[in-house]
């Protein structure tokens, strides 16, 4: 750790008792800002302090910080809300249910994880059977792919759950049009009605019902290979199961779970969201998901990568094992995601270009793909 004032642990402990900001003093709250920035958590502390009626117990430095932190989020929601609009205007022909996910569900949906939420890109999922016409309907209207080589392009058509991303060229705005929600290669693409069931109409969108919604959350955090915003996204979980938690909430998420394949996943937010946050995960739900899982080396594994990769990234607590830890949990999702052969090859030829990118340049390919 170099020259962090307070622990990483304390950082965490905010997340899920804000109270304890009211003990910090200004050199605390220099560390705590920059941490919590960086980790994009800065905005969601900022409301959490406000709901409880803490801000004005603390230092002017930190309420300043606090407070353009919560406009930025403010500013951020509703340049998503507005581009949401303005999809809905381009595809308004197209008789077409889009399901909104993560990020801009929490904010149509007005939960509590949305409250300070901030993010890149806006998750959209539709049919597979409409997603070209979507897409071209969304490039007439001004959203370009950026420019992809040959491979990177059937990679994402043939075997990932998405498109290209699509951003605007004069808004910037960046839409991710998904079919599914992991990549169909892997083998393990749920059958998607599993999850759109009783979705919940929210203007002209769809957002998941809870359980769906959650779920939805676990996955695309636990079956990945980065985790640039592990401990929002694990933040996001807690507040996702401590808004909805019920008999019928846990009743659907473990049934969604067992049924679609990722009870592993399910059994991973439960533990690490506990550990972190000390969510209230009911005892029977626990003792269904260890049942499943009783290879004890298997869980050795996952405590050390994601009690690493899952902690914060900010430069000041870096360590060896975390950075072994994040390339482990790279290897790791990687491996979820393709079988072994199409992941060698893909690993080559990723690895074969990335070279020739910095002997030759990052032109080279372009040059090479000019017509003469």
């Given amino acids: ?39 994009g958590l800065l905005a969601r502390t900022s409301f959490q302090l406000e709901k409880q009626g803490l801000v004005n117990n603390l230092p002017h430095y930190a309420q300043k910080h606090l407070s353009n932190a919560a406009k930025l989020a403010e500013k951020q929601q509703s340049s998503v809300v507005y581009e949401c609009n303005q999809i809905t205007k381009s595809t308004n022909k197209t008789s077409t249910k889009f399901y909104l996910l993560k990020g801009a569900a929490y904010v149509f949906c007005h939960n509590n994880t949305s409250l300070g939420r901030t993010f890149g890109d806006i998750d959209l999922l539709v049919d597979k059977s409409q997603i070209s016409r979507i897409e071209g309907t969304l490039l007439l209207h001004g959203w370009l792919h950026d420019d992809l080589d040959d491979y990177d392009n059937t990679y994402y058509r043939q075997w990932a759950h998405e498109i290209p991303p699509l951003k605007h060229a004069s808004r910037g705005s960046v839409i991710d049009l998904h079919h599914n929600l992991v990549p169909p290669v892997s083998g393990r693409a749920p059958k998607i009605e599993l999850f759109t069931e009783n979705a919940i109409a929210c203007d002209d969108f769809y957002v998941l019902r809870p359980a769906a919604m959650t779920l939805h959350s676990i996955v695309h955090l636990f079956f990945n290979e980065e985790f640039p915003h592990g401990l929002r996204d694990l933040n996001d979980i807690h507040l996702l199961i401590t808004q909805y938690e019920s008999d019928s909430f846990w009743q659907d998420i473990y049934t969604l779970a067992t049924t679609s394949g ?7 937010a439960c533990r690490y969201s506990q550990r972190f ?34 902690d914060t990234k900010h430069p000041m607590y870096a360590t060896w094992t975390k950075s072994f830890a994040i390339f482990i949990a790279l290897v790791r999702g990687h491996y979820l995601k393709m079988p072994l052969p199409i992941l060698i090859r893909h690993g080559l030829h990723k690895s074969y270009r990335e070279l020739v990118r910095l002997f030759l340049g990052k032109s080279f390919f372009s040059k090479e793909e000019t017509p003469r």
């Fill in 277 to 310: 946050f000390q969510t209230n995960i009911p005892e029977k739900i626990t003792i269904k998901l260890e049942e499943t899982r009783t290879n004890r080396l298997s869980i050795l594994f996952w405590d050390f990568i994601f009690s690493r990769v899952l």
């Fill in 1 to 39: 750790m170099k020259n962090a004032l307070i622990t990483h642990t304390k950082i965490i402990t905010i997340l899920h008792n804000v109270s304890i900001c009211c003990e910090f003093t200004e050199q605390d709250w220099e560390t705590a800002i920059r941490v919590l920035r960086h980790d």
């Fill in 262 to 268: 990722f009870t592993v996943e399910l059994y991973l």
